[in-house]
């Protein structure tokens, strides 16, 4: 442990002595013709090493590889990659949260070896920070992206990406593989949290907002970091639900649904593009040129670093089956069109194809095309004028208004899903017991990628984050609360059923913190979506008390509880709220926060029931019986959309600019919104648009704007939103977005309204 102190106090000495350069901003021209001479020097063997990616651990001393105790690089394997492999690229940390200081002087040990090699080419590290920096002591964490998208307010998701930049850039890693843009229409899938849910428009907006967070200071500024769209396409709808794994989904569909939203965020010049590890109907998308080439590059005129996902180049040998050997893989994923290889625990992707460009396989020009881009990026993120942590940098570290803006994301997209006879808000002086795995442990409220990869180590969490349990407690004080919430989310104490029967006597109220346990990516992986049995037999137990029972549900993704909903008398989906969840719940809770969160997704009624809520008509219409049909095919336990508040709202009086909307023409739509109740509140407006007919079958409604707004109480106002015909396009089997003549239905709220586009 002395030696391990010694090692990172002698790192930190050096970087006291570091020279901080200025972010300098170099034009494109300036760029272009930098890294042409570079790449005139450069061997093809230095070529091939920044095509190449590894993990941390590769480089750690063994006894600190996979253990949260500490984190010592060895020199040796250090300059192994560095001089004999020229890696250009690391990733990653081990279970271990690290420091800001030892962050910072494991950056300086790996540039310090980097920067002295021929051509002194820094290295680009990336990290997961997907809501808030992760493997970091200290950092404030955010609602994952499912909970961001159901506050409907793109414009706070930025910030929070802007302040998870800025302590990112402060550890010095510049590289955020963030944010997803798969489409989360399969809640079975392990990964569904770090989705914006089901919609399309909903995940392009708050993509496209994040993607700004990160880099619109501009990737020389040290409160900027690169972002990587991911992973490139269709990897969220696995058929079998389990993670990557294959999925089928038709062309028009995947046009139609899962590839805006990258368009989008390429127009916003998001920096790099991670590819999806499964295969899409059949082709592996890491070997597929059609994808990878002619899509993303051609069509979709993607300029920027595109990177494998894990070990995904391998695969196509191992698991996918497509390539007869590892060299072959190798060709093949670089003649689809990949960039960066995330290896990451080897160096077999830079023995093949040095060996492919040797025997003539790969040209050196296509190795140029790929290293050009890396190193064009190195350029952008300053990393050729100051490859270390920037001084400025550090000051961005831990700030107050961080936990501020945390609280904010939570406290919008916590989303009451059902509240009969207004049980909440409940009041601090009745007796409360509070019960279930989630109301004592920081884990579940965090997810994946909370301070490890899995975030379950629950020593890993700041002193100051709070359970659901100590803030209630603050709240309410000790004499109102019982508790029956223990720390460890499969800690048996917390699903004794005897316990919560014999507490329960003496309370008002049952508040049941359930859910799920942190859990990031296949690990994660479920057979049944129905929420655990021993959750929900403390749940039946607890109804069966007869007194009220209240639920929290802080889980990634919507399990199915079906049958404790009728006699539950309220229902607070947290999703996965950050840091200061338990704060936002509470305030939630007790009144001292409107909750105003919609959901981003249908919350399922049954296992065998998904639909989202832009299906075709033809989805609803159902046989029960011969000569019965009925019109009830979606039918989910709470629609996309639902979210109550404890005001109540109106809508009236919709009104548009004209009846009919040609050519290029706009079209103003308005309705008159009023509070109609005592209390302040926020409220989304959504703004749906149906095509009533068209060539192919059109869905029922499609969400094309959406606002948040403050009204006081008792308040009305105006709210409009201009559409054009931009807003009126489908994909058709050809694959082309066009729009046609017709008659379309404009919805908000209770109001809905037609006009005819020709
Ligand atoms: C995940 C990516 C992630 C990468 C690096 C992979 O397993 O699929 O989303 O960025 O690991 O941590």
Not at 537 to 563: H, W
Not at 576 to 581: A, H
Not at 635 to 641: E, H, I, N, R
Not at 726 to 732: A, H, I, P, R, S
Request: proline share 4%; net charge neutral.
């Amino acid at each position: 442990m002395l030696k391990k102190t010694m090692l990172f106090l002698a790192s930190i000495t050096l970087i006291n002595h570091a020279v901080v350069a200025q972010p300098i901003k170099h034009s494109d021209q300036e760029i272009k013709q930098k890294v042409e001479t570079l790449l005139k020097k450069m061997t093809i063997e230095e070529k091939v090493g920044q095509m190449t990616q590894i993990t941390l651990g590769v480089i750690l001393d063994d006894s600190t590889r996979e253990v949260g105790n500490g984190l010592n690089i060895n020199k040796e394997k250090l300059k192994k990659a560095i001089h004999t492999y020229k890696v250009g690229s690391i990733l990653n940390s081990t279970a271990t949260a690290l420091t800001v200081k030892q962050w910072n002087s494991l950056i300086k040990e790996i540039q310090d070896e980097a920067l002295s090699t021929p051509n002194e080419i820094p290295v680009i590290y990336g990290v997961d920070a997907i809501h808030g920096v992760t493997y970091t002591k200290g950092s404030t964490l955010y609602p994952h992206n499912i909970g961001l998208a159901a506050t409907r307010n793109a414009e706070l998701a930025k910030l929070t990406a802007k302040a998870t930049a800025k302590e990112l850039r402060a550890t010095g890693v510049r590289w955020n593989f963030d944010p997803v843009l798969d489409l989360g229409v399969n809640p079975i899938w392990s990964r569904f949290s770090e989705t914006y849910g089901e919609d399309t428009y909903l995940t392009k907006k708050f993509g496209v907002g994040v993607i700004q967070g990160y880099e619109e200071d501009g990737l020389e500024n040290p409160t900027a970091v690169a972002s990587t769209m991911k992973h490139f396409i269709g990897y969220s709808d696995p058929a079998n639900g389990k993670d990557r794994t294959p999925a089928y989904i038709p062309d028009i569909v995947l046009w139609e649904k899962f590839l805006p939203q990258f368009q989008a965020a390429i127009d916003a010049g998001s920096a790099s593009i991670m590819i999806n590890s499964a295969s899409v109907n059949g082709i592996p998308v890491h070997g597929s040129k059609r994808l990878l080439t002619d899509l993303l590059r051609t069509e979709l005129g993607f300029k920027g670093l595109v990177v494998t996902d894990w070990e995904d180049v391998i695969r196509l040998h191992t698991r996918h089956m497509v390539a007869e050997s590892p060299r072959a893989a190798v060709k093949m994923a670089v003649d689809a069109g990949i960039d960066m290889s995330m290896v990451p625990k080897d160096f077999s992707f830079y023995e093949h194809l040095v060996d492919l460009v040797k025997a003539g396989e790969i040209s050196e020009q296509r190795l140029n095309q790929s290293v050009g881009i890396i190193l064009k990026l190195k350029y952008q993120l300053g990393l050729f004028d100051n490859a270390y942590h920037e001084s400025e940098a550090l000051e961005n570290f831990g700030k107050a208004e961080y936990k501020n803006l945390a609280l904010q994301a939570a406290r919008e997209s916590i989303t009451l899903l059902k509240n009969d006879d207004d049980i909440l808000p409940l009041s601090k002086n009745a007796k409360i017991l509070l019960a279930g795995p989630t109301g004592h442990s920081l884990a579940p409220l965090n997810g994946s990628w909370s301070y490890s990869w899995q975030g379950d180590v629950e020593e890993n969490y700041p002193d100051d984050n709070k359970t659901i349990l100590e803030v209630f407690e603050k709240t309410v004080g000790k004499k109102n609360l019982i508790t029956h919430s223990y720390t460890g989310f499969n800690n048996s104490k917390n699903y004794d059923i005897d316990g919560l029967v014999r507490k329960a006597k003496k309370a008002d109220y049952i508040v049941l913190a359930l859910g799920e346990n942190a859990y990031a990516e296949s690990p994660g992986a479920l057979d049944d979506l129905n929420l655990a049995k021993n959750q929900m037999n403390l749940a039946q137990a607890a109804l069966a008390t007869g007194k009220p029972v209240i639920v929290i549900l802080a889980e990634g993704r919507p399990r199915i509880i079906r049958d404790i909903v009728p006699a539950t008398k309220a229902i607070v989906q947290s999703y996965l709220p950050g840091s200061q969840g338990a704060q936002a719940i509470t305030d939630v809770i007790f009144g001292n926060y409107n909750p105003n969160g919609k959901l981003p997704y249908s919350y399922p009624q049954y296992t065998g029931d998904f639909s989202t809520y832009d299906r075709v008509y033809l989805n609803d219409v159902q046989q029960l019986k011969p000569a019965v049909l009925t019109y009830n095919g979606y039918k989910p336990q709470w629609p996309f959309g639902h979210g109550l508040s404890y005001s109540s709202f109106e809508y009236s009086d919709i009104t548009i600019s004209k009846k009919k909307l040609t050519g290029d023409e706009q079209l103003t739509v308005s309705v008159w919104l009023k509070n109609t109740s005592e209390f302040d509140a926020k409220h989304a407006v959504e703004l749906y648009i149906s095509d009533l007919f068209a060539s192919v079958s059109p869905a029922v409604k499609r969400l094309k704007a959406f606002k948040k707004v403050n009204l006081k109480a008792g308040q009305g106002k105006r709210i409009s939103f201009a559409i054009n015909k931009n807003d009126l396009t489908f994909v058709t089997p050809d694959l082309k977005r066009i729009v046609e003549a017709g008659e379309f239905k404009l919805t908000l709220g209770t109001e809905t309204i037609n006009f005819h586009y020709q």
